[in-house]
């Protein structure tokens, strides 16, 4: 097999860290296997990037879960990681992890657990690592991290195999990699920007994600009601037949005892396999200040999605255009972030309130022990088809959403069929 080579200047996001730092070449390197390492792994309220296992038996032969092991954290380029410190402690010292890895592609820090203290004890830049690999095989690779806990434990090798031999049949011992119920994503789809594609997105994603076979679940909580209609739900044309008034997204988030969400979500069959769908209401728009006085309420949406986290492999969730309360809400709730744009002036300028408004975002999720919404990035949408467009202004666009506003573009590009559109102005 051919020895991947790793340029850090290829990694423009926080998922090509992942992949082509962490995946591709840190792991291997360090003689981590693909059975060793597990990604996106939950404990309670810590999610980890990956956590990589130096042993399978030494953790439970000492009663200490997972000190034979490595959390790495994957940062994006243009992050500071002077700001992920004190969680990588946190992360270290609740999981009696000894060694944590934090990079963002230009950066890497190792740290090390000391007498339940932190300390760093090796850094490079990301042009140094190919050149300072073996320093860091020497620190957190596999061999060396489980041959420091046999020193530790005084025992040896042939100890070891002992013990292997003993428990290797007991599946108590064995780290596995998460069920659905720890693997669930949830997606949020933002700009408070209208009309540049967000209901679209959803529905088209949700549609491609069911074809594949995945679990879906669509939540609605926009008053604008747009991908509850698309969805096929809005089948009444007089109020009084209005059965979506009673039971929505509101009351899933302002109700403690029910209102759960097998109670309110739908079959929709907009696709086939269909989805389920928790729609929304045009009533959001002025229960909207009753909601904001009531801080539990920001945290029921999270609440009630754990409770069915096994029942799906995808929450998305369809918000308004706005920097509203049920803006907040959806973004305290998801995990990952796409912010569809066309990348014309006013959504660009508009990425500055989003950039804000994550950061706020942040700010509340830490407080209730969230890891940071992870963008995913920005999703060009209802795009020009001329070909001097594409060709020339569209890449100048793409690279200013980058330098500009910091975000990442996603590669996929929606483009505008206008012939379509004019069809369908005609049905």
Known sequence: MTEYDFE?????????????????????????EPDTWHQEITFGRIRLDFLAIASKTIPFAFNRPLSVGLIVEAKHP??????HIRRMRRYLKSLNVQYGLLTNGKEVRIFELIN?????????????????????????????????????VSLNQSDLKIIESEYSGIPAIKIDKPRRANQVKTIAVYHNKGGVGKTTTVINLAAALSKRGFKVLIIDIDSQANTTFATGLMKFTDEDD??????????VIMSNSKNFIPDVARKTQFTDPEVDTVPSHISLIWKERELADRDISRRKLIDKLRQVQADYDYVLIDTPPSLNIYAKIALYTADYLIIPSDLKPFANEGLRNVKTFIEEVDEFREGILKQPLKVLGVLPSKILTTASYVKNS?????????????????????????????????L
């Open 394 to 426: 569209l890449p100048k666009a793409e690279k200013l959403i980058e330098t500009r506003y910091g975000f990442p573009v996603l590669e996929t590009r929606i483009f505008q069929r206008e012939d379509l559109a004019k069809c369908i102005g005609h």
């Open 8 to 32: 850090p200047d290829c990694c423009r996001n926080e998922s090509e860290v992942e992949s082509k730092l962490i995946v591709q070449y840190l792991l291997p390197q360090l003689g981590y």
């Open 242 to 251: 209005d059965d979506l008034k009673d039971s929505n997204i509101y009351h």
């Open 116 to 152: 339940q203290d932190l300390q760093l004890i090796f850094q490079c830049s990301g042009k140094e690592i190919k050149t300072k690999i073996d320093e860091i095989q020497t620190i957190i690779g596999k061999d060396r991290i489980l041959q420091k806990r046999l020193e530790a």
């Open 78 to 83: 243009k992050q500071n990681l002077n700001n």
